[in-house]
């Protein structure tokens, strides 16, 4: 396996300019009505047959978790008619939807938080995950987001050496695009990285309760006598197709 994956503030800048758009793809969405993170501690959303609950956010820099809303979403493919249920994240400030912006013309220099919940599907037959990502970087800029899901509460601990864990990773920082991909090891079930924001891996199967969590970092060039770049982030989705 080759990965470039580590820690994103060690990871050198280049003078690189790229866009990173999330995919568009033709889907059919049912949005259930949204509640701000912060306000869904010891809540649940019920999306078909899935139930999403322990909801925390044990780590937020540069915004909080009532910047966040939340809402249970199924999504239709009408070239497959396959539905896949879940969640999707909208940034929102001032309670209306306005997306976290950063540039060299004021305010914070990154943004960087950790979501996790868990996901129950009664019947264990959920077979794959996926995230898409609405999020742009230009210049000196970077964006990476994660998503770990297993059957164990280590993987909202920051733990990577679990057989059930499936992880994504969508990121351009300053550049360098992450890559890399394996399957089935001791250490993990499957995992893959890349720039693309808009990516799906296979769930270890038979599991009737997944830990899950998104791990989301944006940040700008800060340095003196390096232009600053621009990145946002709109919001996220989060699905889960049996």
Known sequence: MSMEIGNTRGVA?????AVLIAAAVSLVS???????????????????????????????SG??????????????????????????????????????????????HEIVFEIDYSVTDITGQLATTAHTINAT????????AATNASNSLAVTAGSLA?????MMVSCNWF????????SASSTSFAIVASGDLSQTAPLYPGISTYYVQHQIQL???????????????????????E
């Open 63 to 108: 915004a909080g978790p009532s910047n966040i809303d939340v809402q249970g979403i199924v999504v239709t493919d009408p070239a497959t008619g396959q539905q896949q249920a879940g969640l999707r994240f909208v940034v929102i400030q001032g309670g209306v939807p306005k997306p976290f912006s950063l540039s060299p013309k004021g305010g914070p």
């Open 162 to 166: 679990d057989p059930t864990l499936t």
């Open 13 to 17: 800048r280049r003078g690189v300019i």
């Open 219 to 241: 940040q700008i060039s800060n340095r003196k006598g390096v232009p600053g770049g621009t990145a946002t982030l709109q919001g996220w989705d989060a699905l889960f197709r």
């Open 175 to 182: 550049g360098i695009v992450c890559s890399g991909s394996s």
């Open 30 to 60: 049912v949005p259930a009505g949204a509640t701000p993170l912060d306000k869904l501690s010891g809540q649940s959303i019920t999306v078909g047959n899935l139930v999403f609950s322990n909801f925390s956010w044990p780590f937020f």
């Open 137 to 144: 970087v230009e210049g000196q800029a970077g964006v990476l």
